[in-house]
C-alpha cells in the first residue's frame, strides 16, 4: 500500500518580489545583436546539415495571388546561402555577414580560416558567444551604417 504526503503549495514570502516594468522596445544594438545571432543559427544548422548529410530548410510565409486575384498565405523555403567558401589555396574560409555587408573584425580582416567543417561549428559557437557579450558591436555598427547609406541613394 503506497502513502501518499501531502504537498504544500509555495509561500509566496519565499520568492523574490521585486519592482520593474518590461520595456516597450530594445535598444537598437540588442536588435541588431539578435539579428545577427538568428543568422549565426541559420548558419549552424547548415553546417550541421552538411556534416550529416541532410538538408535544412527555414518557411517563410509569401503572399501570392491566384487567377481570380485572390490573396492567399503560402509556405516556401527561405533561400540559404552559406557564408563558407573555398579560397584560391583550398582552405575554408567563414565571412560573418550583416546583410550584404562582411563584418570586418580586425582592420583589414574580414575572413576565419578553418581545417573543416567540424572546427567551423565550434567557432560558430564562439562567434554566438562575442556577438551575445557585445564584442562585435562596433562591427556591426559600422556595417549597418553601411546598409543604411545605401537605402538612401
Known amino acids: 500500500m503506497a502513502t501518499t504526503k501531502a504537498v504544500s503549495a509555495p509561500s509566496l514570502d519565499t520568492l523574490n518580489l521585486v519592482t520593474s516594468t518590461k520595456p516597450l522596445h530594445q535598444p537598437p544594438v540588442v536588435q541588431r545583436r539578435n539579428k545577427l545571432l538568428a543568422k549565426l543559427w541559420e548558419q549552424e544548422q547548415l553546417v550541421k546539415a552538411k556534416l550529416e548529410n541532410t538538408a535544412f530548410a527555414v518557411r517563410k510565409h509569401k503572399t501570392v495571388k491566384d487567377f481570380e486575384g485572390n ?9 540559404l546561402k552559406p557564408w563558407w567558401f573555398v579560397d584560391i ?45 557585445g564584442s562585435l558591436d562596433a562591427a556591426i ?4 551604417g553601411a546598409l543604411k547609406a545605401n537605402f538612401g541613394k
Do not use: M, W
Open 89 to 133: 589555396d583550398g582552405q575554408l574560409c567563414f565571412a560573418i555577414r550583416y546583410g550584404a555587408k562582411q563584418l570586418e573584425l580586425k582592420p583589414g580582416k574580414s575572413t576565419i580560416a578553418v581545417k573543416d567543417f567540424d572546427e567551423l561549428l565550434s567557432t560558430l559557437g564562439l562567434i554566438k558567444d562575442a556577438v551575445t557579450k
Open 71 to 79: 490573396s492567399r498565405r503560402i509556405e516556401v523555403d527561405k533561400r
Open 141 to 144: 555598427e559600422k556595417a549597418s
